[in-house]
T-cell receptor, first 113, second 110 residues
Framework: GQQVMQIPQYQHVQEGEDFTTYCNSS?????IQWYKQRPGGHPVFLIQLVKSGEVKKQKRLTFQFGEAKKNSSLHITATQTTDVGTYFCAGPREDSGYSTLTFGKGTMLLVSP | KAGVTQTPRYLIKTRGQQVTLSCSPI?????VSWYQQTPGQGLQFLFE???????NKGNFPGRFSGRQFSNSRSEMNVSTLELGDSALYLC?????????FGPGTRLTVL
């Protein structure tokens, strides 16, 4: 079945350092979404990428969708302690008519001051 | 608009019992999905309801069931609880392709 994989599983950085998480799908995706879950919280939608090669920025966050629409990345420049949490990528499930999502297992980011 | 709400927020049950969780989607959202989140397996899709009909189902045993009411509120039920059912159960309502998650119900099975 469709699988979405993320690396790394965990990363610990010093405040001010950059961070990148990578997402790979076993199938071509119509779009890819990114969510952030703070410790003790629930996933919150960050962004959706639709076009091949698309790059979107949200302040210090840069999201990319690969040319083949099977991979994506999230890069955070100059991390802050508020960036702590788990970042998930997700793609539409083919077997659901694309109405539900397959999530990667997430990358947990810890930022030390 | 108010967000997705879930009740109760925390539950402690013992093996063999059953449990019912409730979810109220964002007003106007007709699609409700349920996910199970555990440290080992991550977020796993349980089922999706739309207009009171189960539209999609994940790979969970029949002990997991759900329903949706005419006001789009949804419930999920887990019967004959097992220790491995301990998890955070998240409900999400959908607008377009985006899922809006509720705060979840933390279920602990002893």
């Amino acid at each position: 079945g469709q699988q979405v994989m993320q690396i790394p599983q965990y990363q610990h950085v010093q405040e001010g350092e950059d961070f990148t998480t990578y997402c790979n799908s076993s199938t071509t995706l119509s779009n890819i979404q990114w969510y952030k879950q703070r410790p003790g919280g629930h996933p919150v939608f960050l962004i959706q990428l639709v076009k091949s090669g698309e790059v979107k920025k949200q302040k210090r966050l840069t999201f990319q969708f690969g040319e083949a629409k099977k991979n994506s990345s999230l890069h955070i420049t100059a991390t802050q302690t508020t960036d702590v949490g788990t970042y998930f990528c997700a793609g539409p499930r083919e077997d659901s008519g694309y109405s539900t999502l397959t999530f990667g297992k997430g990358t947990m980011l810890l930022v030390s001051p | 608009k108010a967000g997705v709400t879930q009740t109760p927020r925390y539950l402690i049950k013992t093996r063999g019992q059953q449990v019912t969780l409730s979810c109220s989607p964002i007003s106007g959202h007709r699609s409700v999905s349920w996910y199970q989140q555990t440290p080992g397996q991550g977020l796993q899709f349980l089922f999706e309801y739309f207009s009171e009909t189960q539209r999609n189902k994940g790979n969970f045993p029949g002990r997991f069931s759900g329903r949706q009411f005419s006001n789009s509120r949804s419930e999920m039920n887990v019967s004959t609880l097992e220790l491995g059912d301990s998890a955070l159960y998240l409900c999400a309502s959908r607008a377009g392709g985006t899922q809006y998650f509720g705060p979840g119900t933390r279920l602990t099975v002893l």
